[in-house]
């Protein structure tokens, strides 16, 4: 199993920044991509941004130019750095992960999820 720790959301005016982080942890030979997705209610489950574990990146058109992920692969750990949030921001967002288990199963997981709250 993996397990994904979010932390680093929060309230935050227009204009302003926030960084979330993923932390894995479990029994894995391999977690890739890795990618963090967001729901607001009476909205999809939108993805939001993913990386792979050789750096390429892939974005929600909404916010290209505004957010941008990273990963450490040493610590299993991915990041959202989110600049110029906007009130369509707020959401809860979604650490997410593919994993090859050390069984060789390959599986999805969540973690559980942290608010992000852009209001004035």
């Known amino acids: 199993q993996v397990q994904l720790v979010e932390s680093g959301g929060g309230l935050v005016q227009p204009g302003g920044s926030l960084r979330l982080s993923c932390a894995a942890s479990?029994?894995?030979?391999?977690?890739?991509?890795m990618g963090w997705y967001r729901q607001n209610p009476g909205k999809q489950h939108e993805l939001v941004a993913a990386i792979t574990s050789g750096f390429s990146t892939n974005y929600a058109d909404s916010v290209k130019g505004r957010f941008t992920i990273s990963r450490d692969n040493a610590k299993n750990t991915v990041y959202l750095q989110m600049n110029r949030l906007k009130p369509e921001d707020t959401a809860v967002y979604y650490c997410?992960?593919?994993?090859?288990?050390?069984?060789?199963?390959?599986?999805?997981?969540w973690g559980q999820g942290t608010q992000v709250t852009v209001s004035s």
């Open positions: 479990g029994s894995f030979f391999s977690i890739d991509p």
């Open positions: 997410h992960a593919e994993a090859v288990l050390t069984t060789l199963a390959k599986s999805h997981f």
